[in-house]
Antibody, heavy 116, light 110 residues
């Protein structure tokens, strides 16, 4: 059983960088693709991107210019950075583990509000 | 941005059956496995169906999945009040090189 927990600031100012960390327990780093997914209030799910333990990444084309995902296997963590945020980036951010084609495990989610 | 279309809502009485459709295209549903997720109010999504029609351990057989061409369907039989939730389909798009989620469907038990 894999457990994921998101952490990071709940409030970010416009034009600044959103930074979140996902701490993983109970799973092997090489068995999963580590993903970030977000959900604006009252709206649907949007995939942000993923990273494999080797460091290879893929990003949502609509966010690619602003997104960076990194992994630290020594700490069992992976992270998200989203630059130049606006109010449209206000959302619940989830980290999730894909073992194949599906998100087998999800974190509880963390709400990030972009506001001055 | 989603190109996976779901009906906004479906409803049925307790004990009845509902189906939720997910319509895509060749590069996504037509070429890759489909998953389904249940999101109860205020909680994170939970995997219901993977690889088109497989259930993870602990998911009752009241939930089923199927795929035909560029569309997929989630079925829920013996509807219960605890099934009231938002349901999302998901799949990889080989053209976009991105994971896509459906627009989401709210299931209501009358």
């Amino acid at each position: 059983q894999v457990h994921l927990q998101e952490s990071g600031p709940g409030l970010v100012k416009p034009s600044e960088t959103l930074s979140l960390t996902c701490t993983v327990s109970g799973g092997s780093a090489s068995s999963y693709f580590w993903n970030w997914i977000r959900q604006p209030p009252g709206k649907g799910l949007e995939w942000i991107g993923h990273i494999y333990y080797s460091g290879s990444t893929k990003y949502n084309p609509s966010l690619k210019s602003r997104v960076s995902i990194a992994v630290d296997t020594s700490k069992s963590q992976f992270s998200l950075k989203l630059t130049s945020v606006t109010a449209a980036d206000t959302a619940v951010y989830y980290c999730a583990a894909y073992s194949g084609s599906s998100a087998d495990y999800w974190g509880q989610g963390t709400l990030v509000t972009v506001s001055s | 941005q989603s190109v996976l279309t779901q009906p906004p809502s479906v409803s049925a009485a307790p004990g009845q059956k509902v189906t939720v459709s997910c319509s895509g295209s060749s590069p996504n549903i037509g070429s890759n496995y489909v998953s389904w997720y249940q999101q109860l109010p205020g909680t994170a999504p939970k995997l219901l169906i993977y690889d088109n029609n497989k259930r993870p351990s602990g998911i009752p057989d009241r939930f089923s999945g199927s795929k035909s061409g560029t569309s997929a369907t989630l079925g829920i039989t013996g509807l219960q009040t605890g099934d009231e939730a938002d349901y999302y389909c998901g799949t990889w798009d080989s053209s976009l090189s991105a994971e896509l989620f459906g627009t989401g469907t709210k299931v209501t038990v009358l």
